[in-house]
């Protein structure tokens, strides 16, 4: 189980190297023949949710210091889906843009994010 702020510091990296892989992987996609170029941009779309979806956890880590069960399901489905992405790619792509696209630390980092446990915060009540 981590704390919120190290939750917050996993999945801000998260959705920064999402931010960053993005133009990478449009470069791949003017290079790549139209089957690739399909299963690109689907790992493309993934990146770009799991980006919003990170920046929004972030700003409730900061704001609310708390998530809910359901944004952290949310997370673990989208990171999931950006897994598989990076598979198929995996399977028909070589080595060289597999590591330039970045799919085996995205993996990695999903993978740390899917087994990412908040602790529960204890309300504090206000004495009367």
Known sequence: MVDIYECKEIIKKMGDNCHNTKNRIIEKMTESNKRDCKKLGNYLQSLMVI???????????????????????????????????????????????????????MISLCEKCINVKVKKEKKKTKKK
Do not use: F, P, R, W
């Open 51 to 105: 980006e919003s979806l990170s920046s929004y956890i972030c700003v409730c880590c900061c704001e609310h210091e708390s998530l809910s069960q359901s944004i952290m399901s949310e997370l673990k489905n989208k990171c999931k889906g950006l897994m598989k992405a990076c598979n198929v790619l995996t399977d028909s792509m070589d080595k060289t843009t597999i590591d330039y696209i970045k799919c085996n630390e």
